[in-house]
Each structure stands twice: as structure tokens, then as C-alpha cells.
């Protein structure tokens, strides 16, 4: 399975989530975007330390690929949580 994406993560204000498709030129399908959503949402909730949830935070799609074949909802939905996951851990939490 392959889905990749770019994820810019930003605080805003309030504890939300918020995410911005920012794709352009079809980089990453519209059928897959509300998986890359999904993904990223559900990683937040989960957090990246010690299981608290990550609040507060913008999370724009900017960037990604896919394969004609091997890409699928379950790829980006992975692909969009591991990008979070590191992300958040590069932010030093």
C-alpha cells in the first residue's frame, strides 16, 4: 500500500483541530483528502506522548504522491498519522 503526504502543523487558538487541504494539481486525490483528515485528527487525539491529546493545532495538507495501484483510503489515513506522529515529536512537545 502507498499514500505520502506533507503536513505543516501550526498552534492556533482553542483547544480544536483544524485541517486545510491545501493540494494542488491532484498530487493526492480528492477521494483520499478525508482520510488524510481522518488520519491526522485521529492522531491527534491519541497524542504522541504518553497517550494525551495533542490540542490546539492546524494541520495543512500541502504535499503528497500516490500510486495508481497500490494507493487506498487505509495508505493516507497510516501515511497522514505518521506524518502527525513525527511532526509532533520534531516539535519538541
Do not use: C
Amino acid at each position: 500500500q502507498y499514500g505520502h503526504v506533507w503536513l505543516k502543523l501550526e498552534p492556533i487558538e482553542g483547544p480544536e483541530f483544524e485541517f486545510v487541504d491545501n493540494i494542488v494539481g491532484g498530487v493526492v486525490p480528492r477521494e483520499f483528502i478525508s482520510a488524510v483528515a481522518k488520519g491526522a485528527e485521529e492522531q491527534m487525539g491519541n497524542g504522541v506522548l504518553a497517550g494525551y491529546p495533542l490540542q490546539g493545532v492546524r494541520a495543512t495538507l500541502y504535499d503528497g504522491s500516490y500510486h495508481d495501484v497500490d494507493s487506498s483510503e487505509v495508505a493516507f489515513k497510516v501515511a497522514a498519522s505518521m506524518a502527525v506522529k513525527s511532526g509532533a515529536l520534531e516539535a519538541d512537545p
